[in-house]
C-alpha cells in the first residue's frame, strides 16, 4: 500500500485526492479516478473551498464505504459524517482551509500533518464501522 506522506508530498496530490487516493487504495473503496477529482474541485473552491481538503476527502471516502457496507446507507449517515467532522475539529481546532494552513502548514511539506490527522481520524472511524453489527 503507498504511504499517505508519499502520495501527498512526492506524487503530489492535493489534500483531498491524498485522503481519498489512501482510503480508497486501504479500504478497497472503488473509487474511479473521476471520483476523486471530483472531489479534488470541491474542495478547492467549488462550494467547499472554505473547508479543509483533508477532510473532504475522509468525508467521501466515509460516504463510499456506508454506501458499500450498508444497504440503507442513509441511515445514520448525517450524524456518522458530523461525527467525523467533529472529532476533526476537536484534534484540530477547526475546519476552515486558511485556519489550518496558518497553524499547520511548512514550506517543505506543505499540510502534511493535516493530511495524516484527518486519515488517523478516518482510521478510527472505518474500524468502529467494522466493529457495528
Not at 49 to 69: F, P
Not at 97 to 107: I, N, V
Request: charged residues 25%.
Amino acid at each position: 500500500m503507498t504511504d499517505i506522506r508519499t502520495l501527498f508530498l512526492e506524487k503530489d496530490y492535493n489534500c483531498a485526492e491524498t485522503v481519498l487516493l489512501w482510503a480508497n487504495e486501504k479500504y478497497g473503496l472503488g473509487v474511479a479516478p473521476e471520483d476523486v477529482k471530483l472531489v479534488s474541485g470541491f474542495g478547492g473552491g467549488l462550494g467547499s473551498g472554505e473547508n479543509c481538503g483533508a477532510l473532504l476527502g475522509a468525508l467521501a471516502a466515509l460516504s463510499k464505504a456506508l454506501v458499500r457496507e450498508r444497504a440503507h446507507a442513509t441511515t445514520g449517515f448525517g450524524a456518522t459524517c458530523a461525527g467525523l467532522v467533529n472529532r476533526f475539529r476537536a484534534e484540530l481546532g477547526t475546519i476552515e482551509c486558511t485556519e489550518l494552513k496558518e497553524k499547520y502548514r511548512r514550506p517543505d511539506v506543505r499540510c502534511l500533518y493535516v493530511v495524516e490527522r484527518a486519515a488517523a481520524i478516518l482510521d478510527e472511524y472505518m474500524q468502529e464501522l467494522e466493529e457495528k453489527p
